[in-house]
Every structure is written in C-alpha cells, then in structure tokens.
C-alpha cells in the first residue's frame, strides 16, 4: 500500500497551503475528477435503493444544536457560535439535525415510510492541529450521509439493506473492509442517558449484523452519542486503523425534534431514525482509494480513461478523431501525440491509464485499434467502434475488472 499523502501530490490529485489552512486540503483537476466520479457513483446508487436527495444549509442556529444534542455532548469538536443578527449561528458538526428538521417540515403518513433522505453534504469539526493527517483527518468534511425514517418493524431490515449497500460500492471501489465493529457507549458523561433505549438499538443493530452474515466486534466507548453504530474499519499504509462507512440507530433525536407519522390507527406515532454513511466521508474514501491502489484507480473513477497513441506523426490525425469518438461516448480521454517520444516512453508515461489505445498505419488504414490494458494484456486489433463500445460498457458496469476474462 502507498502513503497517500506522498502519492497524492506527485499524481496532482490535492495539496494544500497554509495560506488556506490546515486540515482544509483542495482538490487539482485530476482529484476533482475522481472526486466527481465516486460521488455521482453513490448518488446513483441511493436513487437505485429509493433514496431521495435534499440539500441543507451547512450553517444553523445554535439552538438546533441544543436540541439535538450535539451542544451539551460535542461542542467540544464544534467551532465557536458567530453572532449574526442578535442570533448565533454554527458551523454544523453534522447533518442529522437538518434533516429532522426537513423530515418535520411537513405531516407523513405510514405508507411513506421508510422514507430514505440522503445528501453529500459538508460539515466542519474542530479538530486539532496534532490529529490532522493528509486526507484521513480534516476540518472542512464532505459526507455522505442518509437519515432513514422508519417504523420500528423496518429498522433493522434498513440497517441490513445498509451494510450491503456498503459491500457493493466497496466491490466497486476495489477496496476491503478490515473488521465490523459494533460501536456501544463506555464510562463517561458523553452519552445520553436513556439505558432502555440503547439496548433496544443495540438489539437491532446485532440482528441487522446477524441477518447479514458479518462478523464483527464490540467495542465499549466508541458510540455516537445518542446511540450505537456499526462502524465498518479500513486500514492504511502505516496499519493505522479508522471507520470508514457507519450504520447508526437513534431514538433520541426523533423525540428531541418531535418527529411522528400517521399510522394506521389514525394516532401519531414516534419514528426510528436509521443514520447510514455508504462511503463515509469523501476524503477519507479518496484516501482509502489512493493506498489501495497506488493511482491505478479502477478504470470508472480513473481520472484518464483511455490514452490515444499514434505511433508516428502520420496518424496524430486519426488519433484525435478516435479521442473525441471516446468523449462523445462519455469516456475520458486523451491523445499522447508522436513528438511526445517514442511509443514505449509514451506506454511507460501513461502507465496508470487502464486503456491504451495504439494506432499505427495498418490500424490507420482499416479504421482499428489495438489495445494494450493496464495490466499488460495486448488485444488483437479490433474496429475501432467496437472497443470504445465495449471500454463504455465495463466503465459504466463500475466493473474491477479491466476486459473479460
């Protein structure tokens, strides 16, 4: 594995200035694109599973956070409330609160439930200076988070369906988790006190598990504070171990927020409120994915896509005409034109592209292509339609693999 820190500026992916700040990295065009593709990637995923996307404000008033909670038990990693107006408002810690607010914002009725809100959504934890690693530990955060509001009966059926959301993007992604760890309160004053309640959830939680055939571990102290979770582990280049993806169960907030749907009887009834992250934060998946793969990403979040290359001069026109055939079919690519080197220099430079597309004057002449995979497989010479054709249909399968065995 690679130390993403190192590799991710020498690939040109992010960096950061401490004119801008610590722990608030920026992304260059290269990481924008990997960054984009992986979030695309999961808001299809969510609207295939019946999620349904909102957007909230990453500010809120300092009373929306004394109700939730995160006031009396996380200001500590909050920044300081600004006075705005005769009101303080926060940067938010995280998008909970939001969207309880959103769920509350008109009446629902059992037959809309589970209702399944999700949103990539910034949030900002005061971390400090000491803790702050590349992109694994940041103060400026993108998180995909979903909020599943649902009767008792779903909840664990929702927090199954969860975890294998999380299995199928970590296939596509080409990433392992490390262990499943069940997150429970430990001693302290940092939790909500309501004993009856975390064991109601903590029930549920180990049924989802169960249901789902995961092994996993228990871990006392390191639950959320309104409930326990499931935080699934990665590890890094150096070992270091971190929670990647959650599934979370939480009693508390619905009734600080006076959330209620309409059941079947007519009366108002109480929902559970289901806090899932399939990718976790985006930076910490970027840096999962850097180690992982050493930026050779697979071939639907690779920043290049495919590498037109001509073998002399002569062709660097039928080159161009096959890279804009691949953009037109929505594939990335680009043309290493033949006064870049020779053939073999511009192979070696574009090493971490997973399609290498060679034209010499024979492929010129009868409207073919040859490939050569990242993985140094060479295809026979195919019409050139037909391989753009088929290079779309395994990117857009989010596949691992680069060709058909």
Same mark, same amino acid.
């Given at each position: ?9 020498? !690939? ?6 401490? !004119?801008? @700040? ?9 990481? %924008? ?11 299809? +995923? ?11 404000? +990453? ?9 939730? @909670? ?13 006075? !705005? ?11 909970? &609160?939001?969207?309880? /607010? ?11 439930? &589970? ?38 009966? #779903? ?11 999380? =299995?199928? *993007? ?17 001693? $302290? ?18 049924? %989802? ?11 006392? @102290? ?10 699934? #582990? ?18 508390? #907030? ?11 009887? @007519? ?28 930026? *050779? ?10 590498? +037109? ?13 096959? *890279? ?13 034109? %033949?006064? $870049? ?29 040859? /490939?050569? !995979? ?6 026979? =010479?195919? &019409? ?19 060709? =058909?065995?």
């Amino acid at each position: 594995m690679y130390d993403h820190r190192k590799l991710g500026r020498e !690939l040109g992916l992010f960096d950061t200035d401490p !004119l801008i @700040g610590s722990g608030l990295p920026y992304w260059l065009p290269d990481g %924008a694109i990997v960054r984009h593709s992986l979030e695309e990637y999961i808001r299809t +995923v969510e609207r295939r599973a019946g999620y349904r996307h909102v957007y909230s404000p +990453v500010l809120g008033k300092r009373e929306l956070y004394e109700i939730s @909670g995160h006031w009396s038990h996380y200001s500590d990693d909050m920044y300081p409330p600004m006075d !705005l107006g005769g009101e303080q408002v926060v940067l938010r810690p995280s998008l909970c &609160p939001h969207h309880a /607010v959103i769920y509350r914002s008109r009446s629902h009725s059992y037959r809309e439930l &589970p209702l399944r809100l999700a949103e990539l959504g910034g949030m900002y934890r005061s971390e400090l200076s000491g803790v702050l690693g590349g992109l694994t530990r940041v103060r400026c955060i993108q998180l995909n988070d979903a909020h599943i509001f649902c009767t008792l009966d #779903q909840v664990a059926d929702e927090a199954a369906a969860a975890l294998e959301l999380i =299995a199928t *993007a970590y296939r596509a992604m080409g990433i392992s988790a490390t262990r499943y760890r069940l997150s429970l309160p430990g001693p $302290g004053g940092k939790y909500v006190a309501a004993p009856e309640k975390w064991q109601r959830a903590t029930k549920l939680l180990i049924e %989802a598990l169960d249901c789902s055939g995961l092994p996993y571990e228990s871990a006392e @102290g390191e639950a959320a504070f309104y409930g326990p979770k499931i935080d699934v #582990q990665v590890t890094d280049h150096a070992g270091r171990e971190s929670t990647l993806s959650t599934v979370q169960i939480d009693f508390h #907030q619905p009734e600080q927020f006076d959330l209620h749907y309409i059941g079947a009887d @007519g009366d108002k009834h109480r929902p559970v409120m289901v806090h899932r992250s399939i990718i976790g934060s985006v930076e910490r998946a970027m840096a999962q994915l850097i180690e992982q793969h050493g930026g *050779a990403f697979p071939a639907w979040l690779a920043p290049i896509q495919v590498i +037109v290359l001509p073998v002399s001069e002569a062709e660097d026109g039928v080159a161009a005409e096959l *890279a804009e055939h691949c953009r037109t079919a929505g594939l990335r690519a680009e043309v290493s034109a %033949a006064a $870049g080197g020779s053939l073999g220099a511009r192979i070696r430079e574009n090493r971490l592209v997973p399609y290498q597309f060679v034209v010499g004057p024979a492929e010129a002449a009868h409207g073919d292509v040859s /490939v050569r !995979l990242r993985d140094g497989r060479r295809l026979p =010479a195919q &019409p050139a339609a037909q391989i753009v054709r088929r290079v779309g249909e395994l990117v857009e399968s989010h596949a691992g693999r680069l060709w =058909a065995d």
